[in-house]
């Protein structure tokens, strides 16, 4: 079964129709990446499964529907997405950001708490993001790639079954995107994954699949392998 099951997408902003009418069914401990032109319809679609903008169709999740219900409750039922820029609070160390994000940060001495009282879900994320070094390190003087780790392993700590991803690499140097995708795969061992991505080499690199937009609608859905091969595709990216 499907994890995530979305049929007869559709997003109008006055009159104009963002996303197409899109079918897309994600498997659980899929690495999916979605790609596609600039304004293809790729951050709308996120947008409309996480309940940020209205939608018509379904995107169901485990089997339940997602549209129309408000933001929050959908955060709750597993689903959670990072943003091109990383929201994590520059102030806060790592630790505590991680804290809050697990919901443990409503008292104070939960923030003055002592390393050997990491709870165990916190530690494990800190672990799996390689952040573990840096616990006590202010957010704010985190590197940009170090930033989106720490925010992915928010998602982690409140358990987030599906992490939506909005071009996790940008601005990433090679490195810091060769240890994102090995995270990324190491993740989608235990939870599902899907990539808005703008970089090819990143995509070929990593992607277990891949479904490119065009215009609002699937233009091509496979491996990578098969994508690449699809003269619909080339037609698109003719040129990139
Ligand atoms: P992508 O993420 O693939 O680059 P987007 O989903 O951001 O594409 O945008 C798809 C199309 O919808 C674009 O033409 C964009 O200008 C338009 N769009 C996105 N958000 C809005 C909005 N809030 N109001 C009007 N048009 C929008």
């Given at each position: 079964m499907s994890?995530?099951?979305?049929?007869?997408l559709r997003v109008t902003f006055d009159g104009f129709t963002a996303v197409d009418g899109v079918d897309l069914d994600v498997a659980p401990g899929d690495l999916r990446f979605l790609i596609g032109p600039n304004g293809a319809g790729k951050t709308t679609l996120v947008d409309a499964v996480t309940g940020l903008v209205k939608a018509a169709g379904s995107a169901k999740f485990g089997g339940a529907e997602l549209l129309g219900r408000p933001v929050h409750r959908i955060a709750r039922s597993g689903i959670g997405r990072t943003f091109q820029t990383a929201t994590v609070f520059e102030e806060l160390?790592?630790?505590q950001n991680l804290d809050i994000a697990a919901g443990a940060g409503r008292s104070m001495w939960t923030m003055l708490?002592?390393?050997?009282d990491v709870p165990e879900?916190?530690?494990r994320a800190m672990e799996t993001v390689g952040l573990t070094d840096l616990a006590d390190s202010p957010a704010?003087?985190?590197a940009h790639g170090q930033k989106q780790w720490l925010?992915?392993?928010m998602l982690l700590v409140q358990d987030v079954k599906l992490l939506l991803l909005d071009e996790p690499v940008a601005g990433?140097?090679?490195d810091e995107r060769q240890a994102t995708g090995e995270l990324l795969q190491r993740i989608s061992e235990e939870r599902t994954v899907v990539v808005i991505e703008h970089d090819m080499d990143f995509m070929r690199s990593f992607a277990r699949s891949v479904s490119v937009l065009h215009a609002g609608k699937v233009l091509s859905e496979g491996t990578?392998?098969?994508v690449q091969a699809d003269p619909k595709v080339q037609e698109v990216y003719l040129g990139h």
């Open positions: 994890e995530l099951e979305i049929r007869g160390t790592v630790l708490r002592r390393r050997k879900a916190v530690a704010g003087t985190l925010e992915i392993g990433m140097s090679h990578v392998a098969q």
